[in-house]
């Protein structure tokens, strides 16, 4: 199993930017798929973007779609996610997620199911001022 573990966080006005980092260790981090989720206080944790194992493809929210972009380095076992033209209601903790699926159905819909994913980092805070 591969452990996770999300930094970067922080606080930052709206139209700034910040870059999240999910760093793996354990088991070959390039195997896995990974995805960002969030949690905003109140409401239950979204999908917000996702990259395959081989980098080849990634996923988005439509709420970040041109403002932020995931992406990975194997070689130093980190997915990062640049989030560019922040907003307010950006503001949540957000949480790395990986697995080793490799279904259809995961690559058409999946990659979005919290339930695919079967290891989670602790999650970074991220806060967005008006």
């Known amino acids: 199993q591969v452990q996770l573990e999300e930094s970067g966080g922080g606080l930052v006005q709206a139209g700034g930017s910040l870059r999240l980092s999910c760093v793996a260790s354990?088991?070959?981090?390039?195997?896995?798929?990974v995805a960002w989720f969030r949690q905003a206080p109140g409401k239950e944790r979204e999908f917000v973007a996702a990259?395959?194992?081989?980098?080849?493809?990634?996923y988005y929210a439509e709420f970040v779609k041109g403002r932020f972009a995931i992406s990975r380095d194997n070689a130093k076992n980190t997915v990062a996610l640049q989030m560019n033209s922040l907003k307010p209601e950006d503001t949540a903790v957000y949480y790395c997620?990986?697995?080793?699926?490799?279904?259809?159905?995961?690559?058409?819909?999946?990659?979005?199911?919290?339930?695919?994913?079967?290891?989670w980092g602790q999650g970074t805070q991220v806060t967005v001022s008006s």
């Open positions: 990259i395959t194992w081989t980098a080849l493809s990634t």
């Open positions: 997620a990986a697995n080793q699926l490799r279904t259809a159905a995961y690559y058409r819909s999946g990659y979005s199911k919290e339930s695919n994913y079967d290891t």
């Open positions: 354990g088991r070959t981090f390039s195997n896995y798929q």
